[in-house]
């Protein structure tokens, strides 16, 4: 185009383009989505109370807000916990808002058939360790993924994050939203699975030592390895703040393990 003599200007909104872009570039560079991590917590950390309680940490508003913003992925993805605990049906439930694929990390296949994102007959992935048996009593809107474990402490495997990000590139599934509960995040920081985050803070605090924070896993030795929130935006909604941001987790320090 500068060739043919026709001006050109360059960097007009480069950062929003970058944002916009994030998934598909992602998706073609590393052919995975770009997979963001998000949870409410208390002003001490907490995203339930010790008995588990987590409805509602947040306000009307935020909740309002965060189940839009289920939208702007392709898929979402729990853990089984809180499958259990909180019977969620993780959909935007928004005039125009499309809903994501629903994803359950579920290694021992002991989903209760009842569980209601199972039964209102949109899809759902269920995530089954390789050589562990399908559940029974499956609705036909769900597909059983196998994937191969990784060893783990205790003669235990784990889902290999890694090979299901690849599997749902496969199937052009460009953003994920991970929503916890802390298990399953912390599986995903742990093998260096997170790109983005975006947490909501409540100004209430519930306190207690078996009341657990927003990441377990290995975690970090030491603060030098701490993961940076680069490029943070906060947003209000109500009475709660949000925090959107990248994260640097490729390629640093980790464990000294
Ligand atoms: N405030 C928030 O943002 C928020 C969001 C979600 C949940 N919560 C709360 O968090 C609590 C539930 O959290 P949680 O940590 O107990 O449960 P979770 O993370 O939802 O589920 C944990 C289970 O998922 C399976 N899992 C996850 N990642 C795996 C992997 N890579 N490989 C193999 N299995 C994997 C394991 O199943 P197995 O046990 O079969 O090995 C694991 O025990 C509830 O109290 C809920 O209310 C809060």
Redesign the pocket.
């Known amino acids: 185009m500068l060739a043919a003599g026709i001006e050109v200007k360059s960097g007009i909104l480069e950062s929003e383009c970058a944002k916009l872009l994030a998934p598909y570039l992602c998706h073609i560079r590393e052919r995975r989505p770009l997979v963001t991590a998000?949870?409410?917590?208390t002003l001490d950390g907490r995203?339930?109370s010790a008995t588990?309680?987590?409805?509602w940490?947040t306000s009307d508003s935020t909740r309002k807000w965060t189940r839009e913003r289920r939208g702007d992925h392709n898929a979402i993805l729990?853990?089984?916990?809180?499958?259990e605990?909180?019977d969620p049906q993780l959909t935007a439930r928004t005039p125009g808002v499309s809903d994501p694929l629903r994803i359950v990390?579920?290694?021992?296949g002991?989903i209760s058939a009842d569980r209601r994102l199972l039964n209102d007959g949109a899809p759902v992935m269920l995530v089954i360790?390789e050589g562990q048996s399908v559940p029974s009593g499956l609705p036909e809107s769900v597909e059983v993924l196998s994937i191969p474990?990784n060893p783990v402490e205790n003669g235990k495997?784990?889902?290999d994050?890694k090979h299901l990000l690849l599997k749902l590139g496969e199937r052009n599934i460009q953003s994920l939203l991970v929503?916890?509960?802390?298990?399953?995040?912390?599986?995903?920081f742990d093998t260096s699975c997170v790109d983005r985050c975006q947490v909501?803070i409540a100004p209430k605090v519930i306190g207690g030592a078996l009341a657990?924070g927003?990441i377990?896993g290995r975690g970090l030795d030491l603060m030098t390895f701490a993961i940076e929130a680069l490029d943070p935006k906060w947003s209000e909604f109500g009475p709660d703040r949000v925090l959107e941001a990248s994260l640097t987790l490729i390629g640093r320090g980790r464990l000294s393990r």
């Open positions: 998000k949870w409410a917590m995203i339930a588990g309680d987590s409805k940490i729990v853990g089984i916990g809180t499958v605990s909180d990390l579920d290694p021992g002991r360790l474990g495997s784990v889902i994050l929503e916890g509960g802390a298990v399953t995040i912390g599986h995903f909501l657990p927003p377990a």
